[in-house]
Every structure is written in C-alpha cells, then in structure tokens.
C-alpha cells in the first residue's frame, strides 16, 4: 500500500502562482513514475506532466512553459510548479505513483484560478 501527503492547492488569481506537493509512503521500490492529473468538471481526468526515477519529463501542450514538475527521489516526492495560472486550470489535481508493480492515486487538491 501507498499513502499520500498531498499540499499546496488553493485559490489564485490568473497570473499568479502555486506549488503543488506530493509525498508518497509505503511499500515503494525500483523504477517509478510520479505525476500529477487534473479533473475539471464535467471533464474527463487529464495528464498534466509525470517524471521517472531517472528525472525524465512529459508535460501536456497546455502547461508547457508555465508548468515545472520535479522530484526528490530519496523520499519520494513530486512537485507541480505552477507560473502564470490561468481560469482553464482550475481543477482537481490528483497525485499518481506507477511502477511495474503498482498504481496509486492520491486523494486530489482543489485548484481554483479566479479574480
């Protein structure tokens, strides 16, 4: 079992920023990948970016440039950057941990992007 530690989600203004945070605990070894996933209502949940053990990146074409992912493997934790916000990226965010042996969602932080 995984267990997850998710922070840093809340209310902003369009332009401004937040930092996400995912930390992750339990029975986790070799290779994984972490990422994060948004659901906006009435949406389907989407990719937003993920990175593997070994710091490769994927980033959705619509946080490229604005978005940063990153990670501390040694305690395994994720983190979202988040520059330039915009109304569109409001959602849940949702924090996922995969290995060939495993895949664990976490619970989800809200994202509201509003003036």
């Known amino acids: 079992q995984v267990q997850f530690v998710e922070s840093g989600g809340g209310l902003v203004q369009p332009g401004g920023s937040l930092r996400l945070s995912c930390a992750a605990s339990?029975?986790?070894?070799?290779?994984?990948?972490m990422g994060w996933y948004r659901q906006a209502p009435g949406k389907q949940r989407e990719l937003v970016a993920t990175i593997g053990s070994d710091g490769l990146t994927i980033c959705a074409d619509s946080v490229k440039g604005r978005f940063t992912i990153s990670r501390d493997n040694a305690k395994n934790i994720v983190y979202l950057q988040m520059n330039s916000l915009k109304p569109d990226d409001t959602a849940v965010y949702f924090c996922?941990?995969?290995?060939?042996?495993?895949?664990?969602w976490g619970q989800g932080t809200q994202v509201t992007v509003s003036s």
């Open positions: 996922n941990i995969v290995s060939s042996r495993m895949d664990y």
């Open positions: 339990g029975t986790i070894f070799g290779f994984t990948v």
